[in-house]
């Protein structure tokens, strides 16, 4: 679309337009009093969309109009990046924060803009390649409060905890949802314009767009320029491409996830298909296919019939985990397995795919960036670790250089790594004994983590804890389990049983004692078996 708009600056369209009822002059004298009322600094959220960006502009338009003197606290402009952000969107908010930063050193404005990140061993894949962990679904959103929440809340919470309280802006609207206008609505502090935040302590909310509706979001938007220089007609050409909206910075578990009409991870699969997506490649962002490709193949792996394929039948404690299911015809409750992490194999074939991917992307004069140095390193040492399967020849290295044809400069850490020659010894040995890999791989880590030790405390509890976890495949576990559950009733029958024979010698004289003393002996010996088959 043309980039002319509506009304040739600023302080034109200030002085025409009203929105929610309210002339925009008479907004921003709302934003002015409530910045001077106290020294609490302010932290806009700002995602990059519609909603985040008109209130940024608002903010950044009341402040820039007060007299310099007046101007007297700090406004953080807080981006958060999952690293898995829609490529497009992210570049854009770079770009804002970039123009922020710059206009405020030249103009000597109180902002300064900040984009925050997970932790480096909570990233997206290092947790799903790394640690397994399956896609996100609606049940199981552990991306969120890791990728969105954690990030933005220690932000705002290190802001606490200097001035000792803050107020955070967001462009909350009550129209998008019947839920939201609940939430903004419950945590209104009588008679003020703010609200206690719902699990930040120290911080109050401040929703200066809340009564705005869509359409009044868009024309505030293109109705003039932005205040830090250009137009917002490429988000709005965005939004066009995308027939999507957006995805707010998140702060609570009660925000919607990315995904389905929002803009959000590219690799979001609590959604079936990812609209937002979709309509850019239908737009022409044809390279954004690959992306595509891969975000579906992780999407099936979510589906109920597929979960025992990519996924291990043991938990990441070592163990196989049972849920309560149906009731059957015969009253039994059947037992629901549940599968844990993703298999060593699928974990590191996706991360080839990924790591060609992004080299082909890159070398056709693509510059992005899907996964990090830094992610490959704390993969590389998830794999090292795993407690279920692990990489006892260290494949990350090799995985990298096959695609790169170089190294990076990994860190030397030989724990638990075999050569070739020395993992086909193993697996010879454990064969003709019938003893898991797994297992004894996992006990030479062990060994070698202890060497050099003047004490090993510790060490008969740890190689126990290691024995005692589930080795072997699901079915072996499963007629183990029937076997044990079995032999547990028969024991639990012989119980009874002495029990009865007790009662009965109770009775006579002289007999009791030697009665006692036969039935506590057998009871003994039979609970010390019913330990062993209850580990």
């Known amino acids: 679309m043309s980039e002319a708009t509506l009304f040739a600056t600023q302080d034109e369209m200030l002085a025409e337009q009203s929105v929610a009822g309210r002339p925009l002059p008479d907004l921003l004298s709302e934003v002015q009093s409530l910045y001077l009322e106290d020294e609490r600094p302010w932290v806009i959220g700002f995602s ?26 700090h406004i953080y402009v807080v981006s958060s990046d999952t690293l898995v952000e829609t490529p497009i969107v992210v570049d854009m908010v770079s770009s804002t924060l970039e123009r922020i930063n710059k206009n405020a050193e030249e103009q000597g404005l109180p902002f300064s803009g900040h984009q925050v990140v997970p932790k480096p061993n909570e990233t997206f894949w290092v947790n799903l390649l790394g640690k397994g962990y399956p896609a996100p679904t609606q049940s199981f959103r552990w991306c969120t409060e890791r990728m969105k929440i954690d990030p933005v809340s220690s932000f705002i919470l290190d802001k606490v905890t200097r001035h000792g309280e803050v107020v955070v802006v967001l462009g909350a609207r009550s129209q998008e949802s019947a839920s939201r206008a609940q939430v903004i609505a419950k945590h209104k502090v009588d008679g003020s314009l703010l609200s206690k935040h719902s699990s930040l302590p120290g911080a109050y909310t401040y929703m200066p767009i809340e009564d705005w509706t869509f359409d009044e979001v868009w024309m505030y938007l293109l109705g003039a320029p932005t205040p830090w220089g250009g137009t917002h007609h490429q988000l709005f050409d965005l939004y066009k491409d995308s027939n999507a909206g957006e995805c707010p910075v998140v702060i609570d578990t009660k925000t919607p996830s990315c995904g389905n009409s929002r803009f959000g991870c590219w690799t979001c699969t609590v959604v079936t298909k990812d609209r937002a997506m979709e309509g850019l490649i239908e737009s022409g962002e044809l390279w954004m296919k690959r992306l595509k490709a891969f975000r579906d193949l992780l999407y099936r792996t979510t589906l109920p019939h597929n979960k025992t394929k990519y996924r291990n039948h043991k938990r990441r404690t070592g163990k196989v985990h049972y849920a309560r299911g149906h009731i059957t015809d015969d009253s039994d409750v059947e037992k629901k397995h549940i599968p844990g992490p993703y298999w060593m194999a699928y974990r590191q074939a996706w991360l080839k795919k990924l790591l060609e991917i992004q080299k082909n992307l890159n070398d056709g004069g693509n510059p992005i960036v899907l996964i990090h140095e830094d992610e490959l390193k704390h993969i590389r040492l998830e794999w090292l670790s795993d407690p279920n399967e692990p990489d006892a020849l260290d494949a990350l ?7 790169y044809g170089h190294k990076l400069e990994w860190m030397q850490d030989s724990a638990g790594v075999l050569s070739q020659q020395d993992a086909a010894a193993l697996n010879s040995a454990c064969l003709e004994h019938g003893t898991p890999v797994d297992l004894a791989v996992k006990l030479l880590q062990l060994e070698q983590s202890l060497d050099g030790l003047s004490k090993r405390h510790g060490v008969f509890k740890r190689i126990d804890s290691l024995l005692n976890q589930d080795w072997g495949d699901l079915d072996t576990l499963h007629t183990k389990k029937q076997d044990a559950s079995m032999a547990l009733e028969g024991m639990q029958a012989a119980k009874g049983k002495m029990q009865d024979i007790f009662q009965e010698n109770i009775g006579y004289q002289g007999k009791t004692r030697n009665a006692k003393s036969v039935y506590d002996e057998l009871l003994a010996g039979l609970e010390i078996q019913y330990e062993e088959l209850s580990k």
Do not use: F, N
Request: without cysteine.
């Open 48 to 73: 990059g969309g519609k909603d985040s960006t008109a209130v940024l502009s608002l903010i950044y338009t009341a402040i820039e109009k007060l007299p310099a003197s007046q101007r007297h606290k």
């Open 397 to 403: 290295p090799a995985i990298y250089a096959s695609i």
